[in-house]
């Protein structure tokens, strides 16, 4: 019915990975928990598909380099790769434990994932890799990409860590969109519902913006649930 498999200590705290089996659904669900906090579960991972999807959408010129911030259980990452037009993808993780047990087989579809000859998993800071110009590439870090796809914090409002916040402001926004090769996207999942405040801000930093709300049925409640998708591009050039 329940195990753990696996825990590690890491700068933001206590991390697990467990696999139980969820008496609604009669499944098993995988999640990960910071400390008694969940992070992610295999239950609910309609929005973070939707969240490669619709960025994807929005790109429109073929072949693609994308960077994912953020690794969690794999799906925004799986759902990319499975898109024609993805050459390359860069998963930025900060928690080397999560792509560890992504590599050791112990997620569903971790090890296609990152035996993927397209993709790479960077161990990296995604906020500080951003806001130090370091790059997503150790090789080349003034190298450009045609999407940024990130789910991370819980929303612009409800952070992780509170160094995580100025990526939401006019000038952690700039920093993203100087990363994006002309006509990129920027793509971001949020929990909670549409930010009028934050998507005025998205608007004034890139060419287009729109909040699409990702509906799903929840089945601990009995109803639908929903979370925001932010999709923005920058011109085309």
């Known amino acids: 019915m329940f195990a753990e498999l696996g825990w590690a200590d890491t700068r933001i705290g206590e991390i697990s990975l467990r696999r139980r089996r969820e008496p609604t659904t009669r499944t098993e669900v995988y999640e990960v928990k910071l400390g008694d906090e969940y992070l992610m579960s295999s239950m609910f991972t309609v929005a973070e598909e939707e969240l490669a999807r619709l960025g ?13 911030g953020g690794l969690g259980l794999g799906y ?14 860069v998963v930025v993780e900060a928690l080397a434990p999560v792509i560890d047990w992504h590599r050791e087989g112990l997620i569903p579809g ?4 990152t035996t993927d000859p397209r993709a790479v998993m960077l ?4 906020f500080a890799l951003l806001r130090d110009g370091d790059g997503f590439d150790p090789a080349d870090p003034e190298r450009l990409f045609d999407a ?4 991370i914090d819980h929303s612009p409002v409800n952070v992780l860590d509170p160094t995580h916040a100025d990526l939401y402001t006019p000038a952690g926004l700039a920093r993203v969109g100087a990363r994006l090769r002309p006509g990129g996207v920027f793509g971001l999942w949020s929990d909670d519902p549409p930010d009028d405040s934050f998507l005025t801000v998205l608007r004034e930093c890139f060419a287009t913006a729109a909040a699409h709300v990702v509906t799903f049925p929840n089945p601990l409640t009995g109803s639908r649930s929903a979370n925001t998708v932010y999709v923005a591009t920058v011109p085309r050039g």
């Open 56 to 68: 994807l959408a929005a790109w429109r010129d073929g072949p693609c380099d994308v960077v994912v």
């Open 123 to 126: 161990n990296g800071d995604f």
């Open 76 to 89: 925004t990452a799986h759902t990319v790769l499975a898109d024609d037009r993805v050459r390359s993808l």
């Open 110 to 113: 971790g090890r296609e994932l």
């Open 148 to 151: 940024i796809l990130v789910d």
